[in-house]
């Protein structure tokens, strides 16, 4: 019963604990890699818009896969992210469908649209 509560508050203790997972895999890579997946992680955080936990999870999940898998086979950093990371990460994300903070942006200005002409209608019929 409290984790429930607990969950309601917070969001899934599940999904909290599978992102503690990818991030103790991103922790445990050797440098340069570490270094250039937390990088990514940070500008994903806080442009990547993903505001679902699931697909957030499973993204951050992937990132991991993906750093390891280099890591292993001494894929260079710029090979994997090119000459603009910014532009990586934000591909990166864009594959991972969900809702996104933007999405959550665009409904809300419509609905301050249709809220506002149809105040005006109202007005014009009065």
Known sequence: MTAKWIETLTGSLEQ???YKQSMARIDALPEPYRASAKALHRYLLASGGVTDGETMIRMFDDFADLWEQAAVDGTPVREIVGENPSEFADTFAQ???GTHWA???RQRLADAIDDAAGRDQ???EQ
Do not use: F, L, T
């Open 103 to 105: 999405d959550k942006e």
């Open 122 to 124: 109202s007005e014009r």
């Open 16 to 18: 909290k604990k599978q």
């Open 95 to 97: 594959a991972y469908a």
